[in-house]
């Protein structure tokens, strides 16, 4: 399970976000930021013929934890996750 997020975000309008997994048999990967309005950022469905590894940008108003969710067909959940500073915010204005 890997979460690529930057350290600092210097405009939390734009902060981009990876995940990719080796784990075998992954159904899902999600992207969650802790502080966020919202906290699910992105579910991606992974399937036998798609590669999971993933890239995205998020809004996130504030510093907060960013969480890389893999759920594989066995219904059990691996994570990894990382705290981003935001030094100007994208949620709030």
């Known amino acids: 399970m890997t979460l690529t997020a930057p350290d600092i975000a210097e405009n939390g309008a734009v902060v981009p976000l990876a995940v990719a997994s080796t784990l075998p048999n992954v159904k899902q990967l999600l992207l969650l930021v802790e502080k966020n309005p919202n906290a699910l950022v992105a579910v991606f469905n992974v399937t036998p013929e798609v590669d999971a590894s993933f890239a995205t940008r998020a809004k996130m108003g504030e510093s907060s934890d ?3 969710v893999a759920i594989t067909a066995d219904g059990k959940a691996h994570y990894a ?7 100007l915010g994208g949620c709030g204005g």
Request: charged residues 40%; hydrophobic residues 40%; glycine residues 0%.
């Open 81 to 87: 996750k990382k705290e981003v500073k935001v030094t």
């Open 66 to 68: 960013v969480y890389a």
